[in-house]
């Protein structure tokens, strides 16, 4: 699903969400990984604020960061945005200590932005509905 319906992902839904497979490059002014757009649209100009990992079923929050999308990128293209299921390589500037220094843990990570301003999505019983 994508667009204005998309499937349930995770106890943050509807927020943004970003699955991290690779943390590429981790800077002082930024980060550059790889991983898929669990709940989106992912767009440039777009602010994750808090750091999940997986503990087995459950995602746990592990920190707050503010890491706005500086680029995307699918199959060495650059996109405005993703949606839920895409895969694509993001360029994140910000503070990344809070996420690469989680990242050499080997855990698996999500980046979840802020939640969506009420009433932009609704959870219709099968899946979340934009109007």
Do not use: K
Request: hydrophobic share 40%; charged share 20%.
């Amino acid at each position: 699903m994508a667009g204005n319906r998309q499937t349930r992902s995770t106890i943050y839904d509807p927020a943004i969400q970003f699955s991290v497979h690779e943390i590429e490059l981790a800077a002082p002014d930024g980060i550059t990984l790889t991983g898929r757009c669990w709940f989106g649209p992912v767009s440039t100009g777009a602010v994750f604020t808090r750091v999940a990992a997986q503990d087995g079923e459950v995602w746990t929050p592990r920190s707050d960061c503010r890491l706005q999308v500086e680029s995307i990128q699918v199959f060495d293209r650059n996109v405005e945005s993703i949606d839920q299921t895409w895969s694509a390589r993001l360029r994140l500037v910000g503070d990344a200590a809070s996420i690469s220094v989680i990242g050499t843990q080997q855990e698996r990570l999500l980046l979840v932005g802020d939640d969506p301003t009420p009433g932009s999505w609704a959870w219709n019983g099968n899946l979340w509905v934009a109007p």
